[in-house]
């Protein structure tokens, strides 16, 4: 079954600060992973998305499948970037969308 | 406004009551969802529907039923609703992308307190 974890449930950066979100997945078969946003009273939106391998409001994602891990990064955090972020594996064989726990990062000014 | 819509907002009742949240979709996509946010921010897929037929039906109590009248909508009407039952509920929607998994767009969600 496929699982994603997301280690740091709360994650407080200064800004101007690089910040890291982990993401670790498991899943038996090739994944695409995704990171989702949800900045305060908006919905939840998609951010990236490992396929593409582009960078969405400074941040990157790489897929390291030896280490099974999607970590989001972003080299100077920014007060906008507060928001609650969500990694996000598909599984094509059931086509389902599997969340993470969820990290809230918070950009200290 | 080209969107996935949700009605209502905030959703307050009590205990035993059933009730309904509706969701529309106006992007011309083939696929709706159901999620649902509990008061840890945990995110669980619930139902999802191609073209009004039910494709993914996890582990949730009979008293939920989604009904898909057209493709553009997919309600959720709830039972007999419980404490537990307290949650944000997402409705999303997909179409398929060249070359990987549908992109998936989620409606503001729907607060339900059941009292």
């Known amino acids: 079954a496929q699982r994603v974890t997301q280690p740091e449930k709360l994650l407080s950066v200064f800004k101007g600060a690089p910040v890291e979100l982990k993401c670790n997945y498991s899943?038996?078969?090739?994944?695409?992973l995704f990171w989702y946003v949800q900045y305060s009273r908006q919905r939840l939106q998609l951010l990236l998305r490992?396929?593409s391998r582009e960078s969405i409001k400074g941040f990157t994602a790489d897929l390291n499948k030896g280490e099974t891990s999607f970590h989001l990064k972003k080299p100077f955090a920014q007060e906008e970037d507060s928001a609650m972020y969500y990694c996000?594996?598909?599984?094509?064989?059931?086509?389902?969308?599997?969340f993470g726990t969820g990290t809230r990062l918070t950009i200290i000014p | 406004d080209t969107a996935v819509s949700q009605t209502p907002k905030y959703l307050v009742t009590q205990m035993g009551n059933d009730k309904s949240i509706k969701c529309e979709q106006n992007?011309?996509?083939?696929?709706m969802y159901w999620y649902k946010q509990d008061s840890k921010k945990f995110l669980k897929i619930m139902f999802s529907?191609?073209?009004?037929?039910?494709?993914i039906n996890e582990t949730v109590p009979n008293r939920f039923s989604p009904k898909s009248p057209d493709k553009a909508h997919l309600n959720l009407h709830i039972n007999s609703l419980e404490l537990g039952d307290s949650a944000v509920y997402f409705c999303?929607?997909?179409?398929?992308?060249?070359?990987?998994?549908?992109?998936?767009?989620f409606g503001p969600g729907t607060r339900l307190t059941v009292l």
């Open positions: 899943y038996s078969g090739s994944p695409e």
């Open positions: 529907y191609n073209n009004k037929e039910l494709i």
């Open positions: 999303a929607s997909s179409h398929p992308t060249s070359g990987g998994a549908d992109t998936q767009y």
């Open positions: 992007l011309g996509h083939d696929t």
């Open positions: 996000a594996l598909y599984n094509f064989g059931n086509e389902k969308l599997t």
């Open positions: 490992h396929i």
